[in-house]
């Protein structure tokens, strides 16, 4: 007789293939929204640089998203029976890299919205379209090159990408290479935007 056992889906369950692209999604919503919420509020007071705010800001987020990130990569995979081959250090490190680019997007995102609660309203809606692009609820082969483009705007295309295959595949973090350089230049560039967003709308506000 011939015993199947899926590799890297030990329970042979749908919650081992699609739970964690939606922790990574969750990650990314909550703090794309707090990060955009809490912008508008703080180059209101800002008094320093926009580099060593936005920069400050985004180590800030960091700080108070680390225990999340050990929660929802290293604990609750275990606990669910997940399969948890990778390195728990090069986990972090790409789940971190994912965790600036997505703080420095809500900061350039969120200091151009006049209201606090324009950016719940936006960045909700897009949730839903993020998982299908992602591929694990719709296969990628069907969906048109244009609209996977646009996918790479968010961090969350890469991360779960990267986060995945070095979780519950066992991947090092070079062979995850691509989704590293991407998740770097998401991280560059949208630091650079929201640098030049704080330093407009702080000279705009005070004259």
């Known amino acids: 007789d011939i015993l199947l056992q899926p590799v890297f889906n030990p329970v042979g369950g749908?919650?081992?293939y699609i739970v964690p692209a939606a922790f990574v999604l969750i990650l990314q919503q909550t703090l794309l929204i707090g990060a955009a919420m809490l912008t508008g509020v703080a180059l209101a007071q800002a008094r320093g640089g926009a580099f060593a705010s936005?920069?400050?800001?985004?180590?800030a987020h960091l700080t108070i998203y680390?225990?999340?990130?050990a929660l929802y990569f290293i604990v609750l995979p275990r606990v669910y029976g997940f399969s948890t081959l990778g390195n728990p250090l090069q986990l972090l490190a790409l789940a971190s890299l994912f965790i600036l680019a997505t703080s420095f997007m809500g900061q350039a995102a969120g200091a151009w919205f006049k209201r606090p609660e324009t950016p719940t309203l936006i960045f909700l809606a897009t949730s839903l379209p993020q998982f299908f692009l992602t591929g694990f609820s719709w296969p990628r082969e069907a969906i048109p090159a244009p609209v996977q483009a646009a996918g790479y705007?968010?961090?969350?295309?890469?991360?779960?990408?990267?986060?995945?295959?070095?979780?519950q595949l066992g991947a090092s973090l070079w062979e995850v290479a691509h989704d590293w350089r991407g998740l770097w230049a998401l991280a560059f560039g949208y630091f650079v935007l929201a640098a030049i967003?704080?330093?407009?709308?702080?000279r705009r506000r005070h004259g």
Do not use: N, Q, T, W
């Open 14 to 16: 749908y919650a081992s």
């Open 54 to 59: 936005v920069l400050g800001r985004g180590i």
């Open 66 to 69: 680390l225990p999340a990130l």
């Open 153 to 167: 705007i968010f961090p969350s295309d890469l991360a779960i990408d990267g986060i995945v295959r070095i979780g």
């Open 197 to 202: 967003s704080a330093h407009f709308v702080a």
